[in-house]
């Protein structure tokens, strides 16, 4: 949360300068208080881990958020039960006579599929297109991410020749923007995918920029200018054991996998879990709800403000 100061104070512009938040007696006067709305697609096959992990993080917050999820209606989960999607989640046909601050499309374990090939792909297309009219701020992560960029811009994802795995050191590339603020130069995040986007394809788009990536992981964070739209490439939402869980499960499944990178002490299964990204993913999560939906979406839902696209998106099936 900002700091609330003299408009006129000295320090005001050395907080400035140094990408700390203040906020000056006039703005915080004309702020109204009301909770957040967010709206949660959760494409993940285990509902419940997903749920509990995104929530962790986003409640902790001094601000008040209330949240739903939303579940594809032409795709049905195969890990969770009929009852439980019906009682605990919302389709579009619902969604649609609502408005909210902020939207999460969660990552999905179908990478290695075309994207046109992914069963529910016209229906989350229609989610998207929505979100253009209906939600202030959009968070992607990981195949969320790929799958963002390649229908409102047309980026491709690429395989690689083995999985992306563990945790890797990241440094942040843009300095002074709001969404990394109070990180350090070089922090850690979690990796888990087999596609991924290449570097050129974003520095070659005007309407895109590269906020955060890894020598050795790759690109981490990209924004569209505007910072409606946020792209995640790695799971900041991930929890101390989910790595290891994927590990094993591929393990007891015959797949080839190698050991998650930085992830255990030493390197080795034995000597246990070396949890080192909580810190930098709970500030991820908070920076993006206070600067990009708090600070930013107006009081009324009502009066938020439609962003037309400048073009047709790539994937434009779904309005023919």
Known sequence: MPVKISESLPARKI?????????TEKRASSQDIRPLRLLILN???LKTSTETSLLRRLSNTPLQIEVDFLRTATYTAKHASQEYLQEFYITLEKAKQLKYDGLIITGAPIETLEFEDVEYWLELCE??????EHVYSTLFLCWGAQAGLFYHYGIQKHPIDKKMFGVFDHEVSKKHTPLLRGFDDIFKAPHSRHTEVKREDILNHKDLEILSESDEAGLYIVASTDMRKVFVFGHPEYEKHTLDGEYLRDIKKGLPIEMPKNYYKDNDVEKGILVSWFSHAQLLYNNWLNYYVYQTTPFNLELLPSEKPKKVPYYSSIKK
């Open 15 to 23: 907080l400035e300068d140094e990408n700390i938040f203040v906020m």
């Open 127 to 132: 989610i998207m297109k929505w979100a253009e």
């Open 43 to 45: 494409l993940m096959p």
